[in-house]
């Protein structure tokens, strides 16, 4: 299970808050099919938030702590019925150096344009 800092915890929760919920849990509760489907969100976009339509509270929790254990995520917030996950995507070294060179060569500021001198 992955551990969070309470600083990274907040600022998870922050991006979080305007996410909508990707996955949802029924009656049929935490099945391998819905496993595969968070682990698939959280490969795609890291952060998802996941919406329980039960009204036990340690059902909830339970659900939480086998999808952190399971898929090596962390628990971000367990809010009402929705559950916020984390997990970091594979980190891919060339791809990471290829974006700090060409980071470099992007322009920050407006393209110019040439100016026509009438003369």
Excluded: W
Aim: aromatic share 4%.
């Amino acid at each position: 299970m992955l551990q969070l800092s309470s600083i990274e915890r907040r600022e998870l929760r922050a991006r979080a808050h305007g996410l909508n919920p990707v996955v949802s849990i029924a009656e049929n509760g935490l099945t391998d099919a819905v496993l595969r489907e968070i682990d698939i969100c959280l490969k795609a976009h890291e952060l998802i938030k996941i919406r329980v339509y039960g009204d036990s509270r340690d059902d909830r929790e339970a659900y939480l702590a086998q999808i952190c254990e399971q898929l090596d995520a962390a628990a971000v917030q367990h809010i009402g019925k929705l559950l916020v996950v984390y997990r970091p995507g594979p980190v891919d070294a060339t791809a990471a150096v290829h974006g700090a060179k060409t980071a470099k060569n992007r322009r920050s500021g407006p393209r110019r344009t040439k100016r026509s001198f009438q003369g």
